[in-house]
């Protein structure tokens, strides 16, 4: 029988927002959010409709107490009907504890610039493809139907604070090296926020070229320079339907300097709508989850315009303009 | 002999930014900046390669003492060589006494919503198209060669905060009308910040179709729901070739309650540059013109995320692009 707590998760939409504040967000404030506090965010998320959430990181406790019970925060999620329970590892060793957690999605970083992928995961590029094969092999060992989803997200995939611009080359010989060690998907992450609206189209279109347009739907982008809901904008043109976003914008880059801001999920979601797109997720109880991260972490800055203007008067979000059409 | 204060404000250019903020920023904050100020930052702007600037409004000081002398502004402005100096007016009242100051484009709004139409300027429709059509006449009456551009605005295009979705018949016949008292061009402004990337795309290319794409360049789009630069993208995919902003994103509609905030000239001057075209405009210089606003509207918010974060490293604008490739 159906949680009545939950909306159907399962139902037609358009486009998947996924939600990592409770992964990129809590990771890159100071404050320590209780592990009860992250999970009602996680139900309260998924409540409005959410389907899928990055709900932490499998990395050390001593490295990021933020994001310590990433276990118990997995188990959790998983008792939500229909959602897609999603975490970040650093290595092969964080896959297997989140395999044994009952991840169903894993996205490990690589990132492209090696000058930024030494600094932030202390790694050659060589070592990080190392470990996706050693995640790829752990995952097929699993019986069908339990192996989570393995992404390979390709960090500063638009410019690195350290490095500036990377060859397409590069990025697109490290996506081949992903997916050639076992991903089943890879995705570009704008990192620094360099990114703009032509050079998502652009390198979308190369990446979709190099590995298939089914391994490229999603993409990671911040709002560091503003433009990330109109880097949005031309990932959909460029046919993605998974875009990464944070409640009240929680997170960036701490290993990138002056970097910082994801895409608000709020004002995504009404983005979305108001195009048409339907998101599966109501926009006012999505806005009252930004309570539980005003409580949790007092004096953190939460961003967007939506939760503060509210939406247009006579609006009608795609939803329901599509159940009417129904 | 060219002025060595200024850039070639002549040379080819792919976008034009206008800046709105010495008129439409002003007149939503309190706070009164000295005229000397005013003329100040006109001259900055135009130094960082601006090349057209609403400088203020003619209505009576009474209504808004903040563009109380206006017509001083407009003569020094017109000192600028390549400058575009471009006034907003209510009424034929204002417009003539644009045309005595010596503006070279002059703007006159009309709020597709009849309710803010009467709330915001006290007139019907009818009336105001009443008004443009005398402000035609007496452009005609001047003689060739003098003739200010003449451009209606269509507030709340995009829906009002008082009547919500304005129906497209009633935007179209009002365009028409405009055009058929007399206006070079018409131009739609969300007032209200209700735009998405669709409407804009659709609406754009309702009215075009509807008085011809000549007819149709700019647009006037608010940042109040945080889609401000992707709503521009969408112009600039249905063709437009001008853009409002306003630095440090000062100002909105001060009669749509819970409706502020311009797009920041600063960052769409990076997504543009960013996207490989050419403003003309110098990032750096630009940024540096807040400094103006922040001693003169102490206390009064600047926006932006640009001024900020910096550009990326390495970031070569798209004027430099293609002076290197020329």
Redesign the interface.
């Known amino acids: 029988m159906a949680d009545p707590s939950f909306p159907d998760l399962t139902s037609p939409i358009d486009i998947l927002v996924s939600e990592v504040g409770p992964r990129d967000g809590l990771q890159n404030v100071k404050a320590v959010m209780p592990i009860e506090a992250r999970k009602a965010w996680i139900s309260a998320e998924a409540a409005a409709g959410v389907r899928e959430i990055e709900v932490g990181s499998f990395v050390p406790a001593k490295l990021l107490p933020q994001l310590e019970g990433t276990a118990e925060v997995v188990a959790h999620a998983r008792t939500i009907p229909g959602l897609t329970v999603a975490v970040l590892v650093p290595n092969a060793r964080g896959a297997r504890d989140a395999i044994a957690a009952g991840a169903q999605k894993i996205t490990l970083p690589l990132s492209v610039s090696e000058t930024h992928s030494l600094r932030n995961l202390r790694r050659t590029h060589e070592q990080v493809i190392a470990e996706a094969a050693e995640i790829a092999a752990a995952i097929a060992a699993l019986p069908a139907g339990e192996r989570p989803h393995f992404e390979g997200s390709l960090s500063t995939a638009f410019?690195?604070?350290?490095?500036?611009?990377i060859p397409d080359a590069q990025i697109l010989r490290l996506a081949e090296a992903l997916m050639a060690a076992g991903c089943d998907e890879v995705g570009l992450a704008d990192t620094?926020?360099?990114a703009?609206?032509?050079?998502v189209r652009r390198l979308i279109g190369l990446l979709r070229g190099a590995v298939g347009e089914a391994a490229v739907q999603g993409i990671h982008l911040h709002?560091?320079?503003?433009?990330g809901?109109?880097n949005?904008?031309?990932a959909l043109d460029a046919g993605l339907t998974t875009v990464d976003s944070s409640l009240g914008g929680l997170g960036g880059c701490p290993f990138a300097p002056?970097?910082s801001?994801n895409i608000?999920t709020e004002?995504l979601v009404?983005?979305l709508e108001?195009?048409?797109l339907r998101t599966g997720i109501d926009i006012g109880r999505l806005s009252a989850v930004r309570s539980i991260l005003a409580q949790h972490l007092p004096g953190e800055p939460l961003y967007?315009?939506?939760p503060d203007?509210?939406v247009?008067?006579?609006f009608q979000p795609a939803g329901a303009r599509k159940t009417e059409a129904a």
Do not use: I, K, Q
């Open positions: 410019g690195c604070t350290l490095e500036g611009a620094s926020g360099y703009d609206p032509v050079s709002n560091t320079r503003g433009l809901l109109a949005v904008l031309a002056g970097a801001g608000v004002d009404f983005m108001a195009m048409g967007g315009f939506l203007a509210g247009p008067l006579g």
